[in-house]
Every structure is written in structure tokens, then in C-alpha cells.
């Protein structure tokens, strides 16, 4: 047996030599964190901090969950070709050109792996979607953001302008997430005779179903002549099947069928495969749903502008108060009043569409707001307690 002092030595060893530790890439270690939407979890809160649908899911999608559940001990289709074909179908394109993943930012991501040596860069607007900046550094590119106008749009020609030799990938987010504008068909046409035919254009449409404005884009019209643009939908938004994550992109043939042979085997799960086969199949009930969240939207943005609000054009399942410094304010007066918003501290807080009983809470809450600073609503300053997100 050791003695007294032995043990005490045991306790304390020498300092070992340092040894080397494994190492990151350098670029992974100042990664931008992603904010998600507050959690809806509070009982009688309503969540409109992430661009959800307030629809539970459709009655035939959750039976072909169920059915799907059963078959989990068995691997799902590798490459996910039902839904290829399905989505193939729906878009009227060839199934080679499609290109599914585990949601459209997977998919993105792949992409972005795909086109970026390191330092090349891709330019997208700025403020836009969140998940931009991590998988451009993820994937080894260089973020370059462009600002969007003051209406919060993309500055289209200043975003042409930011290509430069290094420029691999361009991203255009429309409607735009967070601000919620869109481009026009005629902005997109002019815009991709400007970009060089070496440089991808990735058009991130997760909201394409709830755009109702004049000169709305049909991107699939313009893949023929335009090989560089690649098309990219998600099942999260419109489908509402945000929780079981299936994205894709639809591109030129080569393009798509080196993302496949490059992607995550089995990157699509077996319940969430099924689940939008199931959703393709019931077009016109998710179109009907759609069209309530729309005529949501016309109701909300209506009574804002009569609160005074300069809200621009939304045309997604949300809306973007410009509130500057007092966004973290709103949001904690929101939650207080009964629903979660997304703020985005200094800039602006996006609210989606939900409920009608929760959009009445929101302008409850934007009326008082603006009656605070009469009619500059849309530059109200306050202080008072803010949100940390
Ligand atoms: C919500 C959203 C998506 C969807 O991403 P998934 O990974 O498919 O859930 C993609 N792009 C934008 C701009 C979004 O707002």
C-alpha cells in the first residue's frame, strides 16, 4: 500500500508535456451562430418566429407517416426517387435534374461544397437568410454581402457589381427573409443577362407559394436558357413539413447528378420521403391553405399600413417591422402579449402569419406601437426592457 505522501503525489502528476489536440479548419472556429425562432412550447403562446404553417399536417400526409413509421427498420430509398419523380412531375422537368436533401439549406450546403475552392466567394443581399454565412464558411467560400436597398429589397445591379473573378455562386432569396420582398420575373431575366454564364445563380425560393404580386417569377421558365440557375424549394413552408426536413434543387442535368453521386447516402429519411410524396399528392389542399395564409397576410399588411406602418410588400408567410434598436423591446412586449417574434437585434423583427387569433395579437400590439410615436411608426425608437435571443 501506498503511504500518505505517495498518494498525495498520485493526486498530483507532473504537468504532462503538451500534446497536440486535433484540429479544426481554421475557418469553423469563428462560425456565425444560428438564432432560431423562439420555441412555441409555452402552452398558449403562439410561435410566428419561424415562417412555420399554423396547419397541422394534412389528414393523408399524417396517415402516410404512420404507414412510413412502420417500415423504419429498413433503410429508405438512397437517393429518394419517389420524391424525385413526384417533385420531376409536379414541375414538369426531367427527374435527372432534380436534386433532394435533408431541407433546401442541406441541399444548399451541398451545393456551396460543390462550387467552393476556399477563398472563392458567393455573393448574396444582406439582411437575408440566416443560414447563408454559416455554410458559405462551412464550405470553405467567402461571404460577400451586399446591402439591401432601405425598403429591403435586393440590390440587384450592386449584387451584379460584387461579382468578381473569385465569384463561384449567387444567391438570390426572394421573397427575402427576413424583409419579405420579392424579385420580379423582369428584375430576375435582367439580372442573370448580367452574371457570367461560369458564376451559379442559386435562386432560394422557400416561399414561392405565397407570392401573389404582379411580374411574379416562374423560374422554370427561364432553366433552358440560363444553365447557370439553380432552382431551390423546401417542403418546411408552404408543405408545412418544417419538422421532417426535405428540401431540393432542381438544376442542369450534370450538375444535378454530381450533387446526387456527392451527397449524404440515405440523406433523406424514410418518414420524411413519404411524407412529401404524400404532400405533392394533395396540391389543391395545400394550395387552399396557402390561400388563407394569404389572405392573412393582405388583412394584417392592410390594417399596418392604416396604423401607419411602412412595411413595403411582403410576399411570404411574414412581414418585417423595421423597429431599429427597439426590435428586442417588441419582441418582449410580444411575447408578453402572447406570441413569440423573431427580432434581429438593431435591425428589425420578422413576424410570420399564423392564426388569425394571433395576428389579432399582433396588431393589438403594432397599433399600440405606433400610436406611441404617432405616425412614423416605421421608425419608432423606445426603450425599455429588451430580449435576449
Ligand atoms: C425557411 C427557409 C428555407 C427552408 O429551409 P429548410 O432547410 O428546407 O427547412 C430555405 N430558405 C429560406 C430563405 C428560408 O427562409
Not at 469563428?30 to 425562432?37: E, F, I, R, S
Not at 388563407?292 to 388583412?299: D, K, L, P, S
Not at 428586442?328 to 435591425?347: I, K, Q, Y
Amino acid at each position: 500500500m501506498p503511504g500518505p505522501s505517495e498518494l498525495d503525489e498520485a493526486e498530483q502528476p507532473p504537468a504532462a508535456p503538451e500534446r497536440p489536440s486535433v484540429r479544426l479548419r481554421p475557418a469553423l472556429e469563428t462560425l456565425p451562430a444560428y438564432v432560431p425562432g423562439a420555441s412555441g412550447a409555452s402552452p398558449g403562446v403562439f410561435k410566428l418566429s419561424s415562417n412555420e404553417t399554423p396547419f397541422p399536417p394534412l389528414p393523408a400526409v399524417l396517415s402516410a407517416i404512420s404507414d412510413a413509421a412502420e417500415d423504419v427498420n429498413r433503410y429508405p430509398l438512397m437517393y429518394a426517387d419517389r420524391v424525385v419523380a413526384e417533385i420531376a412531375r409536379h414541375h414538369g422537368q426531367d427527374p435527372e435534374r432534380v436534386v433532394v436533401g435533408n431541407g433546401s439549406v442541406a441541399v444548399a450546403e451541398l451545393l456551396l461544397r460543390a462550387m467552393c475552392e476556399p477563398g472563392d466567394e458567393v455573393v448574396y443581399a444582406w439582411r437575408s437568410f440566416e443560414a447563408y454565412p454559416i455554410i458559405v464558411q462551412v464550405a470553405g467560400g467567402t461571404s460577400v454581402q451586399v446591402p439591401n436597398t432601405p425598403d429591403g429589397r435586393h440590390d440587384l445591379d450592386a449584387m451584379a457589381a460584387a461579382i468578381t473573378d473569385r465569384t463561384r455562386v449567387v444567391i438570390v432569396c426572394t421573397p427575402n427573409n427576413p424583409t419579405g420582398a420579392a424579385v420580379t420575373h423582369a428584375e430576375l431575366v435582367a439580372f442573370l443577362e448580367k452574371v457570367p454564364t461560369d458564376v451559379m445563380v442559386l435562386l432560394d425560393e422557400a416561399y414561392a407559394h405565397f407570392v401573389r404580386s404582379a411580374d411574379a417569377i416562374d423560374s422554370f421558365s427561364l432553366l433552358s436558357e440560363h444553365k447557370n440557375l439553380v432552382i431551390m424549394r423546401t417542403f418546411a413552408k408552404a408543405y408545412g413539413l418544417a419538422g421532417l426536413r426535405v428540401g431540393y434543387a432542381v438544376a442542369r442535368r450534370r450538375l444535378a447528378r454530381t450533387l446526387r453521386t456527392a451527397s449524404t447516402p440515405f440523406g433523406v429519411n424514410a418518414i420524411a420521403q413519404a411524407a412529401a410524396v404524400a404532400a405533392l399528392g394533395q396540391e389543391r389542399a395545400v394550395r387552399e391553405r396557402v390561400d388563407e395564409i394569404v389572405a392573412e397576410r393582405e388583412r394584417v399588411v392592410a390594417a399596418l399600413r392604416r396604423q401607419g406602418w411602412d412595411i413595403g410588400d411582403p410576399q411570404g408567410n411574414f412581414f418585417w417591422l423595421p423597429l431599429g434598436d427597439a426590435s428586442g423591446s417588441f419582441a418582449a412586449d410580444a411575447l408578453e402579449a402572447g406570441v413569440t417574434v423573431r427580432p434581429f437585434a438593431g435591425d428589425g423583427v420578422r413576424i410570420s402569419i399564423g392564426e388569425s387569433e394571433a395576428n389579432d395579437i399582433v396588431l393589438t400590439l403594432t397599433q399600440r406601437w405606433a400610436s406611441i410615436s404617432g405616425t412614423d411608426a416605421g421608425s419608432t425608437q423606445r426603450v425599455g426592457g429588451s430580449l435576449q435571443v
